[in-house]
């Protein structure tokens, strides 16, 4: 599996498995099968309910613990932060069955923001966080967090897909030394992305399919990708975009689908903070 390496050295596998919206009665079958498909790199979050189960698909997998990239998500902590991170912190290892993860996020640029990432720089120093993160943070959020704290984060985990490709962003990480990773890298299927006639013609050149297409662009681009899947036929076709190269040409086609703007919402919409702002989970 090719890496990246993160701005404190640690590495990272560019393909890994989401496990956003599947049923936790679902996940510890799904993640037993990409474990067994070859994934190492799992992303969750608190707020999907299901790193129980996830913890229980690593434990039964027997695949050694430093073979394993583990990612999951702080959700939304009001001020003061720390102690709340810190609870929500050892909530989500307990519940893995871990005693460290490789990739701890803070899930949204909303709550006590600063609390929250000096309680995972904690975590990070302690070495319980072999990494620490953020995800759907803009530029400007982005660049206040590095300015103004000691840690720059290791990864920015943002919607990224053919429709929203974030290539001006994806520079200004690489200048700050963020790694870039895509959530929701097929759009969830949205704007009709798996019969994208641009997409499943770039593919039949190669006898791949529009999501093996979209998987590579993305690790071609240096993007870290994480597609979900509870299919296991699928599981192994998003695993399988090793063996082909996209050309410069190609690329540049894939460019002109760019939109401009998020397909699911803009975290610079009142009514999303606030949204967001209300939801709440229990530490
Ligand atoms: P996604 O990976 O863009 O799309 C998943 C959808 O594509 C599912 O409906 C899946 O259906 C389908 N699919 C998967 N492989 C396919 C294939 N080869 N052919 C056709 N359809 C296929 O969506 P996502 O789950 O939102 O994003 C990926 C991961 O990013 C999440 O699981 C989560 O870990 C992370 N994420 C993070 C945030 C954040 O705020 N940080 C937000 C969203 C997501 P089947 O399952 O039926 O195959």
């Known amino acids: 599996m090719q890496t990246v390496t993160l701005n404190n050295g640690v590495t990272m596998p560019i393909l890994g498995f989401g496990v956003y919206q599947i049923p936790a ?16 790199l799992l992303d969750t979050a608190a707020a999907y309910g299901n790193e129980e189960a996830v913890g229980r698909a690593i434990k039964s997998s027997g695949v050694p613990r430093e073979e394993l990239f583990v990612t999951t998500k702080l959700w939304v902590q009001d001020a003061p932060a720390e102690d709340n991170t810190k609870r929500a912190f ?11 993860l490789d990739l701890y996020l803070m899930h949204q640029p909303f709550g006590d923001v600063y609390g ?14 072999k990494a620490i993160g953020v995800a759907n943070f803009y530029p400007d959020r982005l660049l206040d967090l590095i300015i103004n704290n000691e840690i720059t984060p290791q990864v920015n985990q943002i919607e990224t897909h053919p ?25 969830e299927g949205r704007n009709d992305l798996f019969s994208n006639p641009l997409l499943s013609g770039i593919g039949k050149e190669y006898g791949k399919s529009v999501a093996q ?5 993305l690790t071609q681009r240096g993007v870290v990708a994480i597609p979900k ?5 699928r599981m192994a076709e998003n695993f399988d975009v090793f063996d082909f190269e996209l050309t410069d040409e190609q690329m540049s ?16 919409d009142p009514e999303i903070v606030a949204g967001l702002a209300k939801r709440r989970l229990e530490a």
């Open 163 to 187: 429709f929203f490709q974030r290539a001006e962003y994806q520079h200004l990480m690489r200048e700050h030394d963020v790694q870039i990773q895509s959530w929701g890298g097929f759009a």
């Open 213 to 217: 297409v979209v998987l590579r662009w």
């Open 229 to 233: 899947s509870v299919n296991p036929r």
């Open 253 to 268: 086609r894939i460019a002109t689908l760019e939109t401009g703007s998020s397909l699911f919402f803009d975290h610079h």
């Open 90 to 100: 050892e909530a989500s290892l307990n519940k893995l069955g871990l005693d460290y």
């Open 25 to 40: 009665e679902d996940t510890e079958r799904a993640v037993s099968e990409a474990l067994a498909a070859g994934y190492r």
């Open 116 to 129: 929250q990432w000096r309680a995972m720089e904690a975590e990070n120093r302690a070495g319980r966080a």
